[in-house]
């Protein structure tokens, strides 16, 4: 364990010294901030178009975070050689992956806490009431981003920058695509076509599960039994993930 908090602890160091993090925090609090003009111009409607941009912002931002720093955590350290140096101390291939991915998540925690906040105190400026809804969509969005943080990790233990930052976009496109890939093909003619599509169905992670923006912008509260399933399945998938890619870099030839 203390291994992997040593990993952990060295890429959150060499990540939060990346300028793109505070760029992007940036180019969220003016989303937010724009989010509440755009309000202003709307009779009626400014509390939900606050927080349906907000959250919007929030979300996007986390995504790119996941996908773009989470692709060099394994690559930057084989281009510039420094993997054979930590693989030589004391720590496993398996150790490095999870410390990795630990050391990510806690950027991403940080920085969803801290748009998170600018976000509240907009709504509040703003004269809108806080609803218990939004802290929901934020916990979901959390979930969402470490699911895809894992994707983006396992593509990189095996494949180049820009193709694990293809598929890994692909995927989360999919992803929230899911529902309307299995409406298409019960609809389908072609049994080929079926079959493909209902197996993507199946095996590609349901992103649109914990996507609760919408409801939350309008201040609408989802069970708690849904909002309890829609984070175990999230963790559940991310975790499945993380040990595929341990079980391949485990076995990648240096």
């Known amino acids: 364990m203390r291994a992997i908090l040593v990993v952990a602890g060295n890429t959150y160091r060499e990540t939060i010294r990346d300028k793109i993090l505070y760029n992007l925090v940036l180019f969220a609090i003016l989303l937010i901030g724009t989010s509440v003009l755009l309000g202003t111009l709307t009779i009626g409607e400014q509390s939900r178009i606050v927080n349906d941009l907000g959250l919007a912002a929030i979300n996007l931002v986390a995504v790119i975070i996941a996908i773009f720093v989470g692709i060099g955590l394994v690559t930057k350290e084989m281009e510039r050689r420094t993997i054979y140096t930590i693989l ?17 998540g806690f950027i991403i925690v940080v920085n969803i806490a801290i748009m998170f906040a600018m976000f509240l105190a907009t709504v509040w400026l703003s004269g809108n009431a806080i609803h218990r809804s939004l802290f929901q969509a934020v916990e979901l969005i959390l979930v969402e981003t470490l699911l895809v943080m894992a994707i983006a990790l396992f593509f990189s233990t095996f494949s180049s920058p820009i193709l694990s930052a293809t598929m890994t976009l692909g995927l989360y496109v999919i992803g929230h695509l899911t529902s309307d890939l299995k409406a298409i093909a019960d609809k389908s003619q072609s049994q080929l076509t079926e079959v493909v ?44 993930i993380l040990t595929g890619a341990c079980l391949i870099f485990q076995r990648r030839d240096f």
Not at 90 to 103: A, C, D, E
Not at 217 to 237: N, P, R
């Open 197 to 240: 599509l209902t197996t993507v169905y199946y095996v590609c992670p349901n992103l649109e599960f914990m996507n609760v923006k919408g409801q939350a912008a309008s201040g609408v509260l989802v069970e708690a039994v849904y909002q309890m399933t829609a984070t175990a399945y999230g963790l559940l998938y991310a975790g499945l």
């Open 88 to 104: 030589a101390r004391p720590i496993t291939r398996v150790q490095f992956i999870l410390g990795k991915y630990l050391g990510l």
